[in-house]
């Protein structure tokens, strides 16, 4: 398996979703930086399971363990690596699915591809579970970028076709950016949230699930931060983002609407601000020209499946032979929204980070002891 991305920093993403522990090490991070383990942990508790009757019941405390790379809460230039151990685990609701694969699941894949040595249970390296030791590395790559006065967020854009206020285009604040965070359910509007909060109650009564989409979004950043061709800002961060399950599709600034636009509408007129900054009048182009971050505010929308592990019998194969219906037992979200707008953040701030030190070099940060 390739679990590892990233160049200047390099994520290595560890564990199963049932084995004793998962973790994280995270190579290339300056020495100096003082890491905020509250802060981290918080962070952390956002995308936790067992939060309510859109989460799976599944209760795990998510509180990291780091074995190295922090000296007196400060990283000391060795790897950073960190592990969050399982401890509320029931293997035994997978056992079906070793002749059974579940539709829309890795199970069928996996099987092909490692045979009888895959790890059926909770989904093993493909379970959105690793996606917790990724949003601890994202938490610490969010306050590195603070110190450089970058800030990412994310919030639920939309579940089915309930809709939520978007991100201000142009005149992104801190405050728009960070509200969602600041709430128990991800949005900018919160009855466009309570609708959301129906619609998949109702879905989770029917034994189905939804999908949806998360906009992301950065602020602060410099103009100047991607290396074309291929480590431009869209494509490192659309190959970060599908590491995270369910992610169907991501779009930046206009996105598919600007194939339906003539160039007239979809270009973003140049100015000169009051600090005779360049910016544009608009932003349509999300922050991004050909590549390299515009100074604008980066903006994209990602597409995310319902989660296919639903209480209804479905079609499905016997591995050994014939065809079968099959009831998926267990413990499942009947929506992975809430919880995976963290995990877009967390990438988005990973992706961030690598490209910040790839532009500007590896140094000490100004967060020095002493």
């Known amino acids: 398996m390739s679990s590892t991305f990233g160049h200047s920093l390099r994520i290595s993403v560890f564990g199963q979703s049932h084995s004793p522990a998962i973790g994280v090490t995270i190579d290339g991070l300056p020495a100096g930086l003082k890491v905020d383990m509250e802060e981290v942990s918080a962070f952390l508790a956002r995308r936790a399971p067992g ?10 405390s998510d509180a990291p363990e780091v074995l190295s790379g922090l000296v007196d809460g400060f990283t000391c230039g060795a790897p950073l690596c960190a592990v969050i151990h399982n401890k509320d685990t029931r293997s035994k609701d997978y056992e079906a699915m070793r002749q059974l694969p579940r539709p829309s699941h890795a199970d069928y894949a996996a099987y092909v591809k490692y045979g009888q040595y895959h790890d059926i249970r909770g989904g093993s390296h493909f379970s959105g579970r690793l996606t917790a030791p990724l949003c601890f590395a994202g938490a610490v790559a969010m306050q590195f970028l603070r110190q450089k006065g970058i800030l990412v967020g994310a919030h639920i854009s939309s579940i089915g076709e309930v809709e939520d206020t978007p991100f201000s285009p142009v005149d992104l604040t801190e405050e728009e950016l960070l509200t969602p965070s600041r709430r128990s359910f991800p949005v900018l509007s919160e009855e466009a949230g309570e609708k959301m909060l129906s619609l998949i109650a109702q879905v989770k009564s029917e034994g189905d699930s939804i999908g949806g989409t998360i906009q992301g979004a950065a602020i602060g950043l410099p103009p100047g931060l991607g290396e074309p061709i291929f480590q431009g800002v869209e494509n490192l961060l659309a190959g970060a983002l599908f590491a995270i399950p369910a992610m169907r599709g991501v779009e930046f600034g206009a996105g598919f609407a600007a194939s339906q636009m003539r160039g007239s509408q979809h270009n973003d007129p140049f100015y000169r601000d009051e600090k005779d900054r360049v910016r544009t009048r608009t932003n349509r182009h999300g922050g991004v020209l050909g590549g390299i971050t515009s100074g604008m505010p980066l903006l994209f929308r990602c597409a995310v499946k319902p989660t296919p592990s639903i209480a209804l019998p479905q079609e499905t194969v016997r591995l050994s032979g014939g065809e079968d219906t099959l ?12 919880r995976a707008v963290p995990c877009v953040e967390a990438v988005t701030a990973l992706v961030l980070c690598d490209l910040w030190l790839m532009t ?6 100004d967060g020095m002891k002493g």
């Open 360 to 365: 500007y070099g590896n140094q000490k940060t």
């Open 327 to 338: 009831r998926i037992e267990g413990r499942h979200d009947p929506c992975i929204l809430p």
């Open 51 to 60: 939060q309510g009757a859109y989460a799976t019941a599944r209760k795990e």
